[in-house]
């Protein structure tokens, strides 16, 4: 199958309107990419696209069996081991996104070398759709999460609704760490298991298996709190759907802009450096 490069990107291959122009032009070709990410990994099973909500289900129990029954963790904000199983996969759904995202995007080109090598392809597809199956595979588990909020007795307040708006700004965080995955990974092959360590170590400098007020007392662990963009990701999603609070404010507006300029400068970087990708695969 050709693929032409969209119209507007051959006009102005650097200059990011004209290659945001150009993925609007393929939006069609995103879905096929999304499509077929989701569906890889049910294909063949008997029970399909069933395992979206029953995945997350079964982790949910599992999580609540390992950290509550056998290591005996609870957090404040949870009175019973159920609901510590809610809040803690209610953190982990972020957390999941960002590490697929990462992993996925950091060895995108060399795992498609035929399409960068024989087909003239728009590449920063590529980055694009894993960020975007990632959040779309997250939007499944927050589905099944409420629903077992509800199952389970507890409330599903109306803040739930707010989801989408934070993950707005999420996408772009996703974006802008993907497409910096994938120069990255494209010119220096051998740091990809030096990034997956990356992402194993921000699992546990983010509170998701530990309340963050046990560290309001250490300065230095509450900065590094503080600027961790996933840790602000985490309380959000908390408070909209298990607490039923709205998120502060000006937190969401600085991650929000933090967010937008990674989005800029990954995207941006990607589309400078794309055109020796052919070499580099």
């Known amino acids: 199958m050709s693929v032409n490069t969209p119209s507007s990107e051959k006009k102005s291959p650097g200059f990011i309107p004209g290659s945001l122009a150009g993925l609007y032009e393929k939006r069609w070709l995103i879905g096929y990419f999304v499509q077929r990410d989701l569906s890889k990994n049910y294909r063949g099973s008997f029970l399909g696209f069933f395992w979206i909500f029953l995945g997350p289900m079964l982790m949910i129990i599992l999580y609540t069996l390992i950290f509550s029954e056998v290591l005996g963790l609870r957090f404040r904000q949870t009175e019973s081991a159920t609901n510590f199983g809610l809040y803690l996969y209610c953190g982990l759904i972020p957390f999941l996104a960002y590490a697929d995202t990462v992993n996925k995007c950091v060895g995108t080109i060399k795992t498609n070398a035929a399409l960068v090598q024989k087909v003239v392809f728009p590449l920063q597809i590529l ?44 996408l772009l965080f996703y ?41 309001a ?33 000006s937190s969401f507006l600085t991650f929000s802009l933090f967010s937008g300029a990674l989005f800029v400068v990954g995207f941006a970087l990607f589309n400078h450096v794309k055109q020796r990708f052919a070499d580099l695969v």
């Not at 600027?227 to 607490?243: E, G, M, T």
């Open 217 to 249: 007392d250490r300065e230095y662990l509450s900065l590094i709190v503080d600027l961790n963009p996933l840790a602000y990701l985490v309380a959000a999603y908390r408070s909209v759907v298990l607490d039923g609070q709205i998120p502060d404010l």
């Open 127 to 170: 980055p694009f759709s894993t960020a975007a199956t990632a959040v779309i595979n997250q939007v499944f588990q927050f589905g099944a999460l409420a629903v077992l909020v509800v199952l389970l007795g507890n409330t599903l307040h109306w803040t739930a609704v707010l989801l989408p708006v934070i993950m707005i700004p999420q």
């Open 175 to 215: 974006l802008g760490l993907g497409y910096l995955g994938a120069v990255v990974g494209t010119y220096l092959p051998d740091i990809q298991e030096t990034l997956k360590a990356i992402v194993r170590a921000t699992f546990f400098m983010t509170p998701i298996i530990w309340p963050v007020e046990r560290i």
